[in-house]
C-alpha cells in the first residue's frame, strides 16, 4: 500500500506561485496514474490535474495555463507547480494515487490519498 505526504502550501498574496510536493513511499509512482485535488470552503472536493502511468497530463479548465504536474520517478514523488494563483485557488490540495495506470476525475476512483496541504491566496 502506497503512502503518501503532501507539503508546500503556505499562505500567499494573489499572483504568485508555489510548488506543491506528494511523496510516496510503499510503492513506486512510476507506472501509476496519480492525481491532485483540491477542497474549497464548503465545497466537493475537486481533480484539478492528473497523470497517466506514461505521463500524459490532464488539467481541469479553471488551472489550465497555470498549473503543472511533474513526476520524479528518482525522488519517487509528483509536483504540481502552481502559478498565477487567485483567491478562488484557496483550497487543501490532496494528491492520490490509483491502482491502475489511467487517469481518472473520479476520486472515488483513487485508492490512497495523502493528509492535504492548505493553500491560502489572499487578495
Known amino acids: 500500500q502506497v503512502q503518501l505526504v503532501e507539503s508546500g502550501g503556505r499562505l500567499v498574496q494573489a499572483g504568485s506561485s508555489l510548488r506543491l510536493s506528494c511523496a510516496a513511499s510503499?510503492?513506486?509512482?512510476?507506472?501509476?496514474?496519480l492525481g491532485w485535488f483540491r477542497q474549497r470552503p464548503g465545497k466537493e472536493r475537486e481533480v484539478v490535474s492528473g497523470?497517466?502511468?506514461?505521463?500524459?497530463?490532464y488539467y481541469a479548465d479553471s488551472v489550465k495555463g497555470r498549473f503543472t504536474i511533474s513526476r520524479d520517478n528518482a525522488k519517487n514523488t509528483v509536483y504540481l507547480q502552481v502559478n498565477s494563483l487567485k483567491s478562488e485557488d484557496t483550497a487543501v490540495y490532496y494528491c492520490?494515487?490509483?491502482?491502475?495506470?489511467?487517469?481518472?476525475?473520479?476520486?472515488?476512483?483513487?485508492?490512497?490519498w495523502g493528509q492535504g496541504t492548505q493553500v491560502t491566496v489572499s487578495s
Open positions: 497523470l497517466d502511468w506514461n505521463s500524459r497530463t
Open positions: 510503499g510503492r513506486a509512482v512510476s507506472g501509476y496514474a
Open positions: 492520490a494515487s490509483r491502482v491502475g495506470g489511467f487517469y481518472s476525475s473520479d476520486p472515488q476512483n483513487y485508492a490512497a
